[in-house]
């Protein structure tokens, strides 16, 4: 059966897409893609390119907890030519329940008060057909991306990071790191 090309796999062929970003990703995320794929090899840690990714005072909690005392983060690591190296040559090669969760929620703005009525403007909207809202190509909607967003930073929460920070040593109570949320 024909099935169509994705969105995203369009925004593939034609420029350097999301993919391309540096995308943080929280304990959770990685104990779902090494359970996944069995690799352990795809992310590293490293104080972001631009420094407007810790310059986030509208989001204390991102501000706070991603990054260690020495601005650096959990990232995944990006190929020679600089993407993802779970990007295919047809979009992401990680089921969507496995993505990072930062993956998922794009082109969604938000900060940990809650998600944005605007979406990111770096989705190529040119490529939709007639009629199509970015939403509607995607499959997303807001109700999944609101439990997505809660698991998000819930996760950060668990931020290993935000420890060594403050000196904690344990994990906290109600750190539920790497389980789905419903
Ligand atoms: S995990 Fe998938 S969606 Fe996220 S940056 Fe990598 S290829 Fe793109």
Redesign the pocket.
Known sequence: MFQEESLCSRCARVRK???Y?E?YVTPGDVKRIAAYSGRTDFHEFRVPADANYLDQDDDPAWRDQVAGEDGRRRV?KRRAGDA????GAH????PLEV??LV?RLHPYEYTEAGISEELSDSCPTHLLKHGQTLLIALDMNLEVARRWHRQLYAEIRCEPLRWRRSGSQSLSLGCQVGREMR
């Open positions: 897409t999301c993919c970003f995308i995944l993802c190296t779970f990007l979009g992401c090669t990680l993505r990072p993956c």
